[in-house]
């Protein structure tokens, strides 16, 4: 039977060997961090302490501010610099409020009240643990864990999915993880088995990283425990996406518009699993993340162990600093990628890998020609969609037309931009019109709001109507029979 | 030639016929396309149409007994989707059934003016207004379609239109 | 810190594959070079008469459209797409008619059928077919004056190179020939008339213009459009649904119909390798802009093309179908999109 993997899709050269050549390596510690409140999906977090005041690494420095939200740690001891805007990578350059703690250096922790072993905790005294992590989504998407968990409550026979398929090139901050922390990850597994009261766990891979394979193999012998195995998936890219990869493994396809939850799976990254088990078993808040520094445009390429807030030009001169042929400064892979447009930037819990790219690195767009309608775009579309007709139907932003061939549906991964003979930027034309689009449907689904509301008023007025007739029909009989 | 001729005139006109045919419709694609074009209005129920209510213009559309250029809180873009599906010439809304909002608005009640006698209350089409006999009236700006049916009843003038909160 | 280093910024993806429109078409260039070398060794030097005069038409045509546009000459000019238009035209007239027809097909192809629709990748129609259409509807005559394969029990009139190019530029044979003494029909062509004539099939192919399966010298031509047609497959440059549905189509209609009455209809084989079959299904009909778009409709445009080829050439006017049929499929392709699409990733069937 074929090896399970993404529809579409392509087989890119994964350029992650240097960056794995070393053993990970903690990142030199920066005088200031920079913790933008708003680095997670959903509501920014509140902050908790005001400038001038002291901080303890792994101190909470900032709440959750709505339900969907994330608490903030401090991830080193020193002093609140200040509360203001600062630039952030997540906003390419642009201010997004943020907490600078001026580092003293002495790494002084803050102490955790003792707690019981996770088994002895309920599922919901868990969840709510996990919560107070600070624990986010540490593939990408940043959305905040405890969430997500709550999200797939009341899904019978659930499953989870830890995603070490690390599929876009450059990047392999997982891969490390996996080949160094394997044990951590199985653990953390077991944590959210237990907060989810999920029955079995899948964890995949690629099948081109056969080192944290074999980690990972030791790890869950080790521990014991045949709820979770080992699956490993066609190194394709974008197989690491998280449909894609539902499908890959289960075999069932997540409805449009639907949650992973709403088919029974919960699928979160390694990254976040060894998170949870910092916090649960090491009373470790999310304050640091690994990191791929890469690219020809930076000296030494490898992953690093970051702690959150380190300024984004401290990490390239800890890495030996710029070469001459630095061009670009990419926060992600080369595919999807963000460009930034200086490094006086924080890493963030998103930061994944940072890019210093040069001219080796990059593939430059030739001068864009119309749309031939060759097709190698609808060929490797891992989402099924014509990226032809959305390119045609977005030039005439013909909203209905960009509904229907599911531009909604589109995970901008770039594959058909990557094969493109006319060289035209459809992803990026694809992310234009997508807010447009959504406009629409949220002023449709308002419409249809409205629309019930009107009818249940409709319905009212007339239940409430028929029954003072009929109240009224009634004494009227009773009358004419008192009459009579 | 007179065979030829007489052929393709038979051939016309049986795909006419069948072009005729085929666009009838039965009561429930009647139904089905009052549907249809209910789903393109706004759900304001604001009235402005000379109807009651969104649906009894969508079905005077169906029936060919109202115009697509009837609705002002949809504005030309609902004007030229129904003149679309219904094969009309695209037309924008007639002034004289009110003028196309620049942007959303809802109602705001002023509440140091607020009598507490439920008249806006009974109005509102979308029950999007909270609030009692004698007790404070407040408006659910996330509900509110912007009809202004709940301006003219209130009998201390406390209800204004406002830009919608983003 | 160091102060704030300024980036040029760029959106995702970071990397593209290095692949352009002119590669594409110059892929499609070379493997039409195996085609027009077996149409020169049976034909004479014609073709490469005609091809020139084509591209040098198609090119001043472009550019002439280009500039009333308001359109850069770079890069579209040396593209690719107008060169093979005429290389495609010029390769379905025939060696030895006069140049105004390959100048006013091109010209008509390039000028009306592409760049008043709106240039690459906007027009409806295949150009190509365009052309040859118009020649064909207003220069029937022309068009069917080929002349014998160079092949053995064949007398073809030896025109040395100077006589084809004065034959093409005059428009008269030179003085020693008529007409009627250089030219023949094609395979289709003396099919058709023989059969008119009521000949049997078994009758027909006694002529020395066939073999035992084709036409004598087509079907070397024809090869030589497969093994090119096989090259763009390999490379991916075309898909498999078109030339596939296509000859399939073409291969059922002829076998139901020669197996129901084998005095009248020809076999398979004479009709997949006869004619532009191969170079219908391999190049022309896989004009990606005039196409269908998905796979499913790919399948349905290939397959209309190679039904309505076998119908004209049976019954319709024409000895070849393929022109016709592929403009007929051209009408079609909206159609056949809006009902092909694929189901996308999480939506119902």
């Known amino acids: 039977m074929a090896k399970p993997g993404v529809r579409g899709g392509l087989r890119l050269d994964a350029h992650k060997e240097r960056s794995t050549a070393q053993a990970l390596r903690a990142a030199s510690p920066a005088k200031t961090l920079v913790l933008p409140l708003d680095q997670h999906a959903g509501a920014p977090a509140v902050p908790l302490i005001k400038p001038g005041e002291r901080v303890l690494c792994g101190q909470p420095i900032a709440e959750p501010g709505g339900t969907v939200s994330a608490w903030l740690h401090s991830p080193a001891s020193g002093t609140i610099a200040a509360i203001e805007p600062r630039p952030a990578p997540h906003r390419l350059g642009a201010p997004s409020l943020s907490i600078v703690v001026a580092n003293d250096g002495r790494d002084e922790r803050h102490a955790e009240s003792a707690r019981a072993a996770f088994d002895q905790l309920s599922p919901e005294q868990l969840r709510e643990l996990i919560a107070r992590g600070g624990i986010v989504g540490l593939g990408g998407a940043v959305f905040p864990t405890a969430a997500k968990l709550n999200s797939a409550l009341r899904v019978q026979d659930l499953r989870l999915l830890i995603n070490g398929a690390e599929c876009e090139p450059y990047i392999s901050c997982d891969d490390m993880l996996m080949r160094e922390r394997a044990r951590d990850i199985v653990f953390g597994a077991r944590v959210l088995l237990h907060a989810l009261t999920a029955q079995s766990c899948v964890v995949a891979i690629e099948d081109d990283t056969p080192q944290a394979a074999a980690a990972l193999e030791a790890a869950i012998a080790d521990a014991h425990d045949g709820r979770i195995q080992l699956r490993r998936v066609a190194s394709i890219y974008p197989a690491g996406g998280e449909r894609q990869l539902i499908t890959a493994i289960f075999d069932v396809e997540v409805p449009s518009g639907a949650l992973p939850a709403d088919v029974n799976t919960v699928c979160l990254n390694v990254g976040t699993a060894a998170a949870v088990a910092h916090w649960i078993r090491d009373a470790q808040p999310l304050t640091s993340r690994i990191v791929t520094v890469t690219g020809d445009g930076v000296l030494e390429q490898r992953n690093l162990d970051v702690p959150l807030g380190t300024p984004l030009a401290a990490l390239i001169y800890d890495c030996g600093g710029y070469t001459s042929r630095m061009s670009r400064l990419i926060m992600g892979g080369s595919m999807m990628g963000q460009s930034l447009p200086h490094d006086d930037m924080p890493v963030i819990k998103a930061t994944n890998c940072i890019i210093a790219a040069s001219a080796l690195d990059l593939q430059p767009r030739a001068a864009e020609m119309p749309c031939i309608r060759c097709g190698n775009c609808s060929e490797v579309c891992p989402a099924v969609l014509l990226p032809q007709q959305l390119h045609w139907y977005a030039a005439a932003r013909d909203l209905d037309a960009l509904e229907m061939y599911g531009l909604a549906d589109c995970i901008e991964c770039g594959c058909c931009d990557y094969v493109c003979p006319s060289q035209i930027p459809l992803a990026e034309c694809f992310r234009d019109m997508k807010p447009a689009l959504n406009e629409r449907l949220a002023a449709r689904s308002s419409a249809d709001a409205a629309r019930a509301r009107f009818e249940a008023r409709t319905a009212r007025l007339e239940r409430i109507e028929s029954e003072q007739l009929a109240a009224l029909a009634k004494k009227r009989q009773e009358l004419t029979k008192k009459s009579s | ?166 | ?349």
């Not at chain 3, 084989?269 to 009909?285: N, P, Q, Y």
């Open chain 2, 1 to 166: 030639m007179l065979p030829a001729l007489l052929t393709m005139v038979a051939l016309a006109a049986a795909a006419g016929a069948a072009a005729a045919l085929a666009t009838r419709r039965s009561n429930e694609d009647k139904e089905r396309l009052i549907d249809e074009i209910d789903a393109l209005l706004p759900q304001t129920q604001c009235g402005r149409c000379t109807f009651s209510g969104c649906r009894p213009y969508a079905a005077a559309l169906a029936n060919g007994e109202a115009n697509i250029d009837q609705c002002p809180p949809g504005g030309n873009a609902t004007a030229t989707a129904l003149a679309k599906m219904l094969g009309h010439e695209p037309r924008p809304v007639d002034p004289r059934y009110g003028s196309v909002p620049a942007r959303p608005l809802v109602a705001w009640i002023d509440e140091s003016a607020c009598i507490g006698c439920v008249k806006c209350i009974q109005a509102c089409p979308v029950d999007a207004i909270v609030g009692a006999s004698r007790f404070m009236h407040t408006v659910i700006a996330a509900q509110c379609t912007g009809c202004e049916l709940c301006i003219p009843p209130c009998p201390v003038d406390c209800i204004v239109m406002r830009p919608a909160p983003a």
């Open chain 3, 1 to 349: 810190m160091t102060a704030p280093l300024p980036f040029a910024t760029a959106p995702a993806p970071h990397v593209v594959a290095p692949s352009s429109v002119g590669r594409v078409m110059r892929q499609v260039l070379y493997a039409l070079v195996p085609t027009v070398a077996l149409h020169v060794v049976f034909f004479g030097p014609g073709l490469l008469i005609q091809i020139v005069l084509g591209v040098v038409t198609a090119l001043a045509a472009e550019a002439a459209a280009l500039r009333l546009r308001g359109k850069p000459l770079p890069p579209f000019l040396l593209d690719g797409s107008a060169i093979i238009t005429a290389v495609l035209l010029a390769l379905c007239l025939p060696p030895l008619a006069p140049w105004w027809l390959v100048v006013s097909g091109v010209a008509f192809a390039i000028l009306l059928a592409k760049h008043l629709f709106g240039g690459l990748g906007a027009n409806p129609f295949n150009p190509a077919m365009v052309g040859y259409a118009v020649l064909l509807v207003s220069f029937p005559a022309r068009l069917l004056q080929w002349l014998p394969p160079n092949v053995a029990g064949f007398e073809p009139a030896a025109l040395s190179f100077g006589e084809t190019l004065t034959t093409i530029f005059t428009g008269m044979p030179p003085a020693r020939f008529t007409w009627d003494a250089i030219t023949s029909p094609t395979p289709l062509d003396a099919l058709r008339t023989d059969l008119a004539l009521g000949m049997t099939m078994g009758e027909a192919h006694a002529n020395a213009l066939f073999s035992a399966f084709g036409g004598r010298g087509w079907e070397w031509i024809n090869l030589a459009t497969l093994a090119g047609g096989g090259w763009l497959l390999a490379l991916r440059i075309i898909r498999w649904q078109i030339p596939v549905a296509m000859l399939t189509a073409l291969f059922v209609c002829a076998s139901i119909m020669s197996a129901a009455d084998p005095g009248e209809y020809a076999g398979p084989l004479f009709h997949l390798t006869s004619g532009a079959s191969l170079l219908g299904a391999f190049f022309i009909a896989t004009d990606p802009v005039s196409a269908a778009t998905s796979g499913r409709g790919k399948l349905i445009y290939g397959a209309g093309i190679g039904v309505l080829t076998y119908v004209i050439r049976t019954w319709g006017g024409y000895p070849d179908g393929v022109a016709f049929a592929v403009l007929i499929m051209n009408l079609a392709v909206p159609l056949i999109d809006r009902y092909t699409i694929p189901r996308i990733y999480g939506h119902a069937r």
